[in-house]
C-alpha cells in the first residue's frame, strides 16, 4: 500500500469509517424498548346497568397505527347493528341499510360537542355511506326517518379498549408500560376516569352511577 506522506492520516481514517459503518449496520438489531419490559393486560369489571360497557386507555401525546379495515355498522329491521361499536380514532365505519325502508343517520355531538354534529343523509336498501371518525368521544346516533332508533360509537384514543360481557367483566390486553388515563362507559349512566399507571399484570373496577 501506498501512502501519501502528505495525508498519513488517510489509512487510519478509512479503518475507523468502515468501523463506523460496520457499528451502524448492527444497529437495527438491538432493541432498545427491551428495558422497558413486557406489555402488561388490565383486568376488571364495570358496575353499572343491563348490557355492554365500553373501557379504553387514554395516553395524551403518544401516537398509534390506525385501523386500515373499515367497520360496519348496519341498520337492520330498524335497529343500528351492532348497538354500541366501539373503534380507535381514525377508524372509518361503513353505515350499510339493510331494510326495504330508507334510513337516515346523524349524530346531535361528539362527546357533547354540538360542533361536531354531523349529518350522512337519507339513502335506500343496499347502500353505504361512510365517514372516518377522528375525532374520540361517545358518538350518539339517530335516524329524523325513524326517531325510535339509536345505537353509539365509542370513538377510543387509543386502540388499548375492551367491551365487557353481560356481567361487565372486561380485559385489555397487550398494554405497554406507562402511564395512562383509563375510562369507563355505560349508556345511560355518567362516565368516570381515572389515573392508572401501567408496571405490570392488574385490574381495575369501575361503579357507575346514573
Not at 502528505?6 to 432498545?32: I, T
Not at 402488561?40 to 395524551?60: D, E, N
Request: one cysteine or more; aromatic letters at 8%; charged letters at 15%.
Amino acid at each position: 500500500m501506498i501512502v501519501n506522506p502528505l495525508k498519513p492520516w488517510l489509512p487510519l481514517a478509512a479503518v475507523v469509517f468502515g468501523a463506523g459503518l460496520m457499528v451502524n449496520a448492527q444497529a437495527p438489531d438491538e432493541k432498545p424498548d427491551s428495558a422497558a419490559g413486557p406489555a402488561c393486560s388490565i383486568t376488571g369489571k364495570i358496575t353499572a346497568g343491563r348490557g355492554v360497557s365500553v373501557v379504553w386507555l387514554s395516553a395524551p401525546g403518544k401516537t398509534f397505527p390506525k385501523t386500515e379495515k373499515p367497520l360496519v355498522m348496519s341498520q337492520k329491521s330498524l335497529r343500528f347493528t351492532p348497538h354500541i361499536m366501539m373503534v380507535p380514532a381514525g377508524t372509518t365505519v361503513d353505515f350499510l341499510n339493510g331494510d326495504d325502508v330508507q334510513h337516515n343517520i346523524f349524530w346531535p355531538a361528539i362527546n357533547g360537542d354540538k360542533k361536531l354534529a354531523h349529518t350522512l343523509g337519507t339513502w335506500p336498501k343496499g347502500q353505504t355511506r361512510m365517514f372516518q371518525f377522528t375525532t374520540p368521544g361517545v358518538v350518539p346516533l339517530l335516524c329524523n326517518v325513524h326517531p325510535e332508533m339509536a345505537g353509539y360509537i365509542i370513538v377510543t384514543p387509543t386502540p388499548f379498549a375492551a367491551e365487557t360481557d353481560e356481567l361487565g367483566a372486561f380485559k385489555i390486553g397487550d398494554v405497554p408500560g406507562g402511564s395512562y388515563t383509563m375510562t369507563a362507559w355505560h349508556e345511560g349512566f355518567k362516565t368516570q376516569s381515572k389515573p392508572i399507571m401501567v408496571a405490570s399484570d392488574m385490574k381495575i373496577e369501575f361503579t357507575l352511577a346514573k
